[in-house]
């Protein structure tokens, strides 16, 4: 599975929680049902995955902590917003670049 399809398959596991579950409830909710929802569809999911960082070849003692990372290639940031912002946009690109 390409990261296309990969991307894909994850929306509709996304769409599947949101139809199930409503909207309105906490981050938390949603990502823990939409882990269980990727499970069930066959997928290879970390929640709360810890991804080093380096500071000038320095690693930092803190790590990030990603929401759901899927099959080692995709990273779903959950978030529970009426609007997406400009820093929830910055944050998951951060996440991009520092996981490599």
Not at 25 to 36: G, M, T
Not at 49 to 76: C, F, H, P, T
């Amino acid at each position: 599975m390409d990261e296309n399809e990969l991307s894909h398959e994850v929306i509709g596991a996304a769409i599947e929680v949101h139809r199930v579950l409503g909207p309105g409830l906490l981050e938390f909710i949603y990502e823990e049902a939409l882990v269980i929802e990727l499970e069930e569809r066959g997928f290879e999911v970390v929640r709360q995955a810890e991804v080093e960082v380096s500071y000038k070849s320095r690693r930092l003692e803190n790590k990030l902590r990603l929401d759901i990372m899927v099959n080692g290639l995709l990273i779903v940031e959950v978030k529970s917003s009426e609007h997406i912002l400009p820093v929830h946009e910055a944050q998951l690109l951060s996440y991009l670049r520092l996981s490599g």
